[in-house]
């Protein structure tokens, strides 16, 4: 995989973060004190919200404390919102968010997983793009933070990424432009029938899982297509599906089954191997924007800035 303008960890000088946590607890805390030195090093000056350490049974404080927390963070100085962890909680906030100041704050919101939920609804809601990619506990919360996941990172931020080109020797053939959109499968289809499922068309839909076992992923996969968000798309762009182990009675059937059979009833090109998931190495792409993508060759191009 590379990136088009990669520069290693280039310093800035005038964007920063501001970390919340909306969902699940950071365990350890410190983890959180870890991410801002490392985020730092890169030079994003870093705040955490008073609340990015609190802990409430599975959660990261009450419902209400939660949504204080967003609530503050639409008032604060920095330029970049990002969530600490996900977890689980942020659908339970949705239908209290206020979308339409979330749009207005003209800040920058970026996590995966649960954040998914807020990337989706902001999309569906206003429209606007948000971002998914890192958060701050599990990609920057570590000792050795991977090198390609942060160079990514920060030049979306910086508006340098051009070009994310991967490796995808099995995609089918596309040249084509859309709307990027999608995340997490499991909280994608969770808010199907929904005010906050984004009703996108001639889209290209990226999705990724954990923990979700390979007919789990299909079945999925087999709601976006009877639902028939899957034939008004131009593409299907798979992330990595990590975290499950296949069981006897399983027969060998594994995601290359999935893709196989989504690709048979669904009849839209599918574009495997996206750097993006619960993996070390994650790109960071904007959910809402417009976007190229291309095959060939075995390696896959998006284009996420023309010139």
Sequence with gaps: ???????????????????????????????????????QALGFKTTLDRGAKTVNGRFA?????????????LKQPADIVMAARGGYGMTRLLPSIDWRAVADSGKVFVGHSDFTAFNLALLATTGAVSYTGPVAAADFGVPNVNDLTADLFAET??????????????????????????????????????????????GILFVEDVNEHPYRVERLLLQLAQS?????????????????????????FDIPDVIAHIRKTVGIPVIPGLPYGHTAVKATLPIGAKVGLATEQGMAHLVIHEH
């Design 61 to 73: 404080g009450t419902d209400l404390q939660r949504l204080q927390a967003l609530t503050r963070a």
């Design 1 to 39: 995989m590379k990136a088009a303008n990669t520069s290693s960890h280039a310093p800035l000088t005038n964007q920063r973060i501001y970390v919340v946590s909306p969902s699940g607890p950071v365990v350890p805390a410190e983890k959180l004190d870890t991410a801002v030195v490392n985020l």
């Design 228 to 252: 028939g968000v899957l034939g008004r798309q131009k593409a299907l762009v798979l992330g990595s599906f990590t975290g499950y182990r296949l069981a006897a009675h399983d027969q060998g």
């Design 157 to 202: 931020m910086r508006g340098e990424l051009e070009i994310l080109s991967f490796e995808s020797e099995k995609a089918d053939a596309f040249d084509g432009r859309g709307a990027l959109w999608g995340g997490n499968l499991a909280m994608l289809v969770s808010l199907l029938g929904t005010p906050f499922f984004p009703k996108i068309r001639g």
